[in-house]
């Protein structure tokens, strides 16, 4: 269907079937983050969406379609932090560690999701090139700041085992500290 101006017309269906593809994969993210990667079938993702397995299954053939899209919502999220942190003014340094200190506080959910999806990785080929991107969102801001690939590299071995240990500590992140540890990734 088309509009008096010869674009798509966007009716009802196409709209609710966007919601329940968001809600199915909200529902997955939530079970990643209660039960890990390995609690996720497309039975509990329908038991935590109030939905019927089949329909889950009608959005997302696979388990593997399932996660790619889970993974891929927590990827693009973080795809866009980091570019308005690029794009804006400031230190690069500090707001990559203040998105990393959210891992202990409002995105705790999100990130523990992430490192359990980008994990899973190592075992399901489908998911590697989105769990990639988070290292490649990292690598892209670092080498803002410099040209060195040793360095860049550092920046994103850091900022992994930063997100780490603040997963495994459950405790608050301090970004100042965050910020020199990657500064001192950036000049090793």
């Known amino acids: 269907m088309t509009d008096d101006d010869g674009g798509e017309h966007v009716d009802g269906r196409f709209a609710r079937g966007a919601r329940r593809r968001a809600e199915i994969i909200e529902a997955t993210l939530a079970v990643v983050t209660r039960d890990g990667a390995a609690g996720v079938t497309h039975r509990t993702v329908a038991k935590q969406a109030g939905i019927t397995t ?13 996660l790619v ?25 500090t707001g990559l560690a203040e998105l ?24 399901r080929p489908a998911l590697r090139p989105v769990a ?15 040209a060195d ?8 071995a850091a900022s992994d085992g930063l997100c780490t240990a603040i997963l495994l500590d459950n405790g608050p992140a301090d970004p100042g500290y965050l910020r020199a540890v990657l500064q001192r990734a950036l000049v090793s």
């Open 54 to 66: 089949s329909l889950s299954t009608y959005y997302f053939a696979t388990l593997d379609d399932l």
């Open 149 to 156: 690939p040793t360095a860049i590299a550092g920046v994103v």
């Open 132 to 146: 990639r991107r988070w290292r490649e969102n990292v690598a892209e801001l670092a080498a803002t700041l410099t």
């Open 69 to 93: 899209a889970a993974l891929t919502s927590v990827a693009d999220a973080y795809t866009a932090k980091i570019r308005q942190i690029m794009d804006a003014p400031g230190d690069k340094l």
């Open 100 to 123: 990393i200190a959210e891992t202990a506080g409002p995105g705790r959910e999100r990130a523990l999701a992430e490192r359990e999806l980008a994990t899973l990785a190592a075992r």
